[in-house]
């Protein structure tokens, strides 16, 4: 705003005492101060408000405007409330810098001119802003990209005081202006987006954490026409993006909620463009999938690895090494709810943003990762410069050169199981590493075979990787639920019922004995216990299963029976 309108208006008190030549000066703020030197809190443009308190003397007036007028501040509004009328030395001095000086009636608060003059220039600001956006959305939509979606949060920062991030549904930052948010907080908002999609409430939901209020803007539309109607959200919220903003937008004007609506449809563009740029890489991976899945000979399927290679890790001198990737999204469905939502799709938006690594930040950084679906499944194909090392070496090198399940959903299982809420189960399995065509159909059975050891297990959000098949455990969760109670009941029941009446403490004193491998001395110490008290319960144990603790068949039974129990 000008600085004339201000003058313009009545209600605000104010009266020119110089320079009037310079009332077209523009307004881009205002503070209040009464410092020798705020040169510290001043960025140029602001109208200045102070109550004279800093005036000591007339000598105070010349370095103090001095100041004003070196941070380019558009004028100088003093109060006639402390001293009545305005020093002639103030408007000396104002008149020497060319700094316009107004007196500020004493009926009138400093609070009523900084709340008009925020009103109003942050209504142009936004006209602003909507301008802005508007050109953008028809460069997106027409042509190239218009800078991606930084450039439009950089205008909600510098035009609106906006700080905003666009978020994915696990909470990796897409894009931000600014200093990035921290993990831990970014995948709470996305948790709690989630979760507010998947109860039905409108947008933008807010959330208050540590004394900031966040507003949460879903980004669902494309922008390139109306959304589909009469679409389950279970197809779409595990895959939306979400424009998170640092203030509430609980009591924004109709205009401002509409301004950043239009914000989120341009970033939809963005999206847009990055699913479709991900087509080659789908297709790469679904040809090879077909071509494994139909018993293709190797040496065709290596013809096709070699075209997939270049595309997903260009300048690689050398043929990478593979893994595979199995995930799936299973929904209850209750009867009379309608047609099944697909999961196969949802899966494979979902792995293309497990598979990336969560402190990257940026659209285009899944352009390593081929994913495609067959049925309910997603399966990815996974190039890797070099092959992970075993186990048995240094796991913190593994874990750098090849995925592991559980370091594959230790970021994201919190805000994915908001998501999931109590009617979908997410579950991926994780093949080893290997060098060649003739491996890749084994390592594709292999993930499946570990997606299923997943799905046996409880939770929401479950993975399980190729390490875990070499063990009896996996066994366990194949075991029918009936097989499970009588097994565990013939051998702990009567332990446990002792324990209930004598207060032994058996099922602790097997558990530890176990855990052990059968020494006293290891298992006495654990335990806090004489030895001949061990020996006693474990006796007692004996004497009540009819079993012998001494026999590796018998420890293998106490052993199963613990763990299913």
């Known amino acids: 705003m000008r600085l004339r309108a201000l003058l313009e208006n009545d209600a605000l008190g104010l009266r020119l005492l110089g320079g009037e030549d310079e009332l077209d000066r523009t307004v881009r703020g205002v503070m ?3 410092l020798k030197d705020p040169s510290r809190y001043l960025s140029g443009g602001e109208l200045v408000l102070t109550g004279l308190a800093w005036r000591a003397d007339p000598s105070d007036a010349e370095p103090f405007v001095r100041i004003l007028a070196s941070a380019g501040v558009a004028a100088l509004a003093a109060g006639e409330a402390e001293l009545g009328d305005i020093p002639d030395d103030l408007v000396q001095a104002c008149s020497r810098h060319r700094l316009p000086l107004f007196a500020v009636n004493e009926s009138v608060a400093f609070a009523t001119i ?7 220039v942050s209504g142009e600001r936004a006209g602003d802003l909507a301008a802005v956006v508007d050109r953008h959305r028809r460069l997106m939509t027409s042509g190239p990209a218009g800078g991606g979606p930084e450039v439009v949060l950089d205008l909600l920062g510098s035009d609106l005081d906006l700080r905003a991030w666009v978020l994915s549904p696990t909470g990796r930052q897409i894009a931000g202006a600014g200093e990035p ?21 409108r947008g933008p939901h807010r959330l208050s954490l540590a004394g900031v209020t966040y507003s949460l803007f879903p ?18 919220v595990l895959s ?7 203030a509430d937008a609980g009591d924004w004007p109709a205009a401002r909620l509409d301004l950043l609506q239009g914000v989120t449809q341009l970033i939809a563009v963005e999206r847009d463009r990055r699913d479709a740029a991900r087509t080659v890489r789908r297709r790469l991976a679904q040809e090879v999938l077909e071509l494994v899945q139909t018993g293709a000979a190797p040496a065709e399927i290596a013809a096709r690895l070699r ?12 043929a990478p090494h593979w893994q595979v990737v199995v995930a799936r999204v299973d929904w209850e469905q209750e009867a009379g709810q309608g047609t099944p939502v697909d999961g196969g799709p949802v899966a494979q938006a979902l792995l293309e943003e497990i598979l990336v690594d969560p402190a990257t930040v940026g659209a285009e950084s899944a352009d390593r990762i081929a994913v495609a679906h067959s049925g309910d499944e997603a399966i990815a194909l996974v190039p890797l410069a070099s092959a992970p090392l075993p186990d048995s070496e240094d796991e913190g090198q593994a874990t750098a050169l090849g995925l592991h399940a559980d370091a594959l959903l230790a970021a994201v299982r919190a805000p994915l199981s908001s998501g999931l809420a109590d009617d979908g189960r997410l579950t991926l399995g994780v093949s080893a590493a290997v060098h060649s065509a003739e491996g890749l159909r084994g390592a594709l059975e292999e993930a499946r075979h570990a997606r299923r050891v997943a799905a046996a297990r409880p939770g929401r959000v479950c993975a399980a990787g190729h390490h ?21 009941a013939r051998l702990l029941d009567p332990l446990r019922d002792y324990d209930r009446r004598h207060r032994a403490e058996l099922i602790p004193t097997l558990e530890a004995f176990l ?10 110490t654990r335990l806090h216990l004489h030895v001949n008290t061990l020996r006693y319960r474990v006796g007692r144990i004996e004497q009540l299963t009819g079993r012998d603790l001494s026999r590796l068949e018998d420890k293998l039974d106490f052993f199963l029976a613990l763990r299913m129990s």
């Open 32 to 34: 209040t101060t009464d």
């Open 114 to 120: 900084t709340e008009h003059v925020v009103r109003q």
């Open 219 to 236: 980004i669902r539309n494309t922008g390139r026409g109306p959304a589909p109607a009469s679409r389950d959200v279970r197809e779409t």
């Open 468 to 488: 875990e098949l070499a063990s009896h455990v996996l066994l366990l969760p194949f075991v029918p639920d009936d097989v499970r109670r009588a097994f565990t």
């Open 181 to 201: 948010l921290e993990s831990g907080l970014a995948a709470t908002l996305a948790g709690e987006h989630l979760a507010a999609t998947r109860t039905g409430r």
């Open 307 to 318: 075209v997939a290679a270049p595309v997903l890790l260009p300048g690689l001198g050398t």
């Open 515 to 524: 855990d052990c491998d059968g020494s006293w001395t290891r298992c006495a």
């Open 240 to 246: 939306d993006w979400l424009l998170a903003v640092e």
